[in-house]
């Protein structure tokens, strides 16, 4: 740091740079000047200032080239050259270096001369110059070319920046014209430089409907003060042809926060946007693809659970076909014995001579034996009967009817039978035979259900199927076949006895489950029932009555 | 009151012997045997049988073409035949014996009453010769 000095009112340390030492040079021809001047330096003002001298130009141009001088003080007048020309050469020689002219031409033109092609100063010898003045000047000189460089500096780093980022950097005045672009703007204007863009704004460079939006933009930016950030912008060139930028805008301010125009900076995104766009295509496309495989799986795995469905009605079939072959194999096999048998128990009954009570007894349970063995062989075949049916289109109504007759003998004068059976159903295509057979024991058994009397309900006709009649499936076959809301054939037995007991309700299709006491049933009533039912396309169901006892339902469809 | 003459073709013996002696016990018939198939037709021309009892299912044999053959000959042809098969229960068949397709049936085991009066019933009716196979 300098001394202050009462000698040095000018020196202001915090103006001054720190330096360990500034070398001046001295060209000066004049020998009485000369020691003048470096009286001058001698002074304490001086004190960091480092003294070369040069008496020519050719002198001074050398000593130049070896470096290390900070400051000239520039006599104009040299043995070598003179006035402006001097001045040209040094300069040219050292145009980092600041230069002070001393001059003993009083002429204003030739100082402003000098100043124009770079002089810090033109100071006339002897004109109230002393060394206050020339330390002064030289200071000031040595400040100005700091400050001159530094802003040289950021020019250039500007320039750097502008020249080489691939970003569009602009700065706009107030009308939005042009003042400064970068490289990148001026490339994607096709024009050979920024001076040709410098006054004009984006109507020259622009289609109108881009141009007036991004105006309108930045006339808001301007207003308001608030920049535009990150904004997607569709460019659309005067060709027609359309870029896509991605842009953020901010208002342009003065020293003093007035907005005196606008700059921004804006990315290509034109590429990104279309790859975006291809993107998004192929997105959609995948997702029709994938809606369309979606459907083809759905349309495979229906496809796959009808077959499914079909391998297990063929296994069964042939599961069944073989049983059934089996079971008329046997049922022939025994039948046969026991139509001996029953011959011979006919006979012995009509032509034993007094046959004595045992005897008759005997004869009896023999009967009744066999009749049961045939029931039960009947029971087999008709379970496991795979004879295809004698289907004809039946009115439901009129079998039951007929079937009610074969076991009118069998309803006792305690059971009150209620009929409610529709006329002129729609016809049904049904084996009369087997479905009366069913009938008959759904009938038999809800008499059997009542042996201290009760009320017997007979119905048949349409009706639109609810959600409850569907819920009741034992064995989930229902819904293969029926659907709450479809319309169908109904016939039903509606008993008021004892109804069946809830642990027992599962297994009432079972073959050989029965409620009846030994001898009474063979079991296979309700088995082969539903069999025949089913083989009908139709459902039979079963279920306890809220108000007490059990209703038998056949459904059929329409 | 001249006896009726039934002919019972059944492989087997114990059935048509029973039946035979059923069925001569009560006086009112007179029941001839024939356990062979295939003699049924020479059976039915020697015995003039009024009705035929033919069982359906016997070995190398099908009761309906027993039946056929029978009708086939002109001096046979109107007379009845009741099929008395294993494979339909006389529930089924009801007493009066079950009609399909224009044949007449008799499920066995069947008791002597049923036979007596299935016989009683269509010995005068014949059955059209239609095979039911």
């Known amino acids: 740091m300098p001394k202050q000095s009462a000698q040095n009112p000018c020196i202001r340390p915090s103006l001054v740079n720190v330096r360990a030492q500034h070398n001046v040079l001295l060209i000066e021809d004049n020998p009485g000047d000369v020691r003048l001047m470096q009286e001058y330096l001698s002074e304490p003002s001086f004190a960091y200032f480092g003294r070369v001298h040069a008496a020519s130009l050719k002198e001074g141009i050398d000593r130049l080239a070896k470096g290390g001088i900070d400051l000239l003080l520039l006599d104009l007048t040299l043995p070598d050259c003179t006035w402006l020309e001097t001045f040209a050469r040094i300069a040219a020689a050292a145009p980092q270096t600041p230069i002070i002219v001393l001059s003993g031409q009083d002429d204003e033109s030739l100082a402003m001369n000098t100043v124009h092609q770079g002089a810090q100063d033109y100071l006339v010898k002897g004109h109230a110059v002393d060394a206050r003045i020339i330390a002064r000047s030289m200071r000031y000189a040595i400040e100005r070319k700091r400050a001159e460089d530094a802003l040289a500096k950021e020019r250039d780093l500007l320039h750097t920046l502008l020249n080489n980022l691939p970003d569009r950097i602009y700065f706009k005045d107030e009308k939005s014209r042009f003042m400064r672009i970068s490289k990148a703007v001026w490339e994607q204007f096709k024009i050979a430089g920024p001076k040709e863009a410098i006054g004009k704004t984006d109507f020259d460079f622009f289609a109108p409907e881009h141009a007036s939006a991004a105006l309108k933009d930045e006339q808001e930016i301007m207003r308001t003060g608030t920049p535009i950030l990150e904004k997607i912008e569709k460019e659309i060139l005067p060709d027609g042809s359309v870029t896509w930028a991605f842009t953020s805008k901010f208002p342009l301010k003065d020293k003093r926060g007035r907005i005196v125009g606008n700059f921004g900076i804006s990315r290509d995104i034109t590429e990104q946007k279309r790859a975006e766009e291809k993107l998004q295509q192929a997105n959609t496309e995948l997702a029709l693809k994938q809606e369309q495989l979606q459907e083809a799986l759905t349309e495979l795995q229906s496809s796959h659970e009808a077959l499914k469905a079909a391998q297990f009605q063929l296994i069964q079939a042939e599961k069944m076909q073989s049983v059934g072959r089996l079971a008329a194999g046997v049922a022939h096999e025994v039948k046969n014995p026991l139509a001996i048998l029953r011959m011979g128990i006919d006979y012995l009954f009509k032509n034993l001579q007094q046959p004595d009570q045992e005897t008759t007894l005997i004869l009896s349970d023999m009967a009744e034996a066999l009749r049961r063995a045939d029931l039960i062989i009947m029971g087999l075949l008709d379970f496991s009967a795979t004879r295809a049916l004698d289907v004809v289109a039946q009115d439901v109504g009129a079998l039951v009817e007929q079937s009610l007759a074969l076991v009118r003998h069998e309803i006792r004068p305690s059971i009150k039978l209620i009929r409610e059976i529709a006329s002129k159903l729609p016809a049904v295509k049904l084996d009369q035979n087997r479905i009366k057979q069913v009938f008959v024991n759904l009938v038999e058994n809800a008499i059997h259900a009542m042996p201290e009397g009760g009320t017997l309900t007979v119905r048949a006709g349409t009706k639109q199927l609810t959600p409850q009649d569907i819920e009741h499936d034992q064995e989930r076959r229902f819904g293969e076949q029926f659907r709450a809301g479809q319309t169908v054939i109904f016939a039903e037995v509606l008993d008021t006895g004892h109804g069946i007991p809830k642990d027992k309700l599962a297994k009432i299709f079972d073959p050989f489950f029965t409620t009846k006491p030994a001898g009474k049933g063979t079991g296979l009533g309700l088995t082969v029932a539903k069999k025949i039912v089913e083989l009908h396309g139709g459902a039979l169901d079963i279920r306890n009555r809220p108000e007490g006892g059990v209703a038998a339902t056949l459904l059929f469809r329409i | ?133």
């Open chain 2, 1 to 133: 009151m001249e006896k009726k003459r039934i002919l019972i073709i059944d492989d087997e013996a114990s059935f048509t012997r029973m039946v035979q002696l059923n069925l001569e016990k009560t006086g009112e018939f007179e029941v001839r045997e024939e356990n062979r198939a295939h003699n049924g037709v020479a059976a039915a021309k020697g015995s003039t049988p009024d009705p035929i009892l033919l069982d359906v299912v016997m070995p190398g044999a099908d009761g309906g073409d027993v039946a056929q053959q029978i009708h086939a000959d002109r001096h046979l042809k109107d007379v009845p035949v009741v099929f008395l098969t294993a494979t339909v229960s006389p529930r089924e068949a009801g007493a009066g014996g079950l009609q399909s397709g224009g044949a007449l049936f008799l499920g066995k085991p069947v008791s002597v009453d049923n036979l007596i009066q299935c016989i009683n019933q269509h010995v005068r009716k014949p059955a059209p010769p239609e095979s039911i196979f």
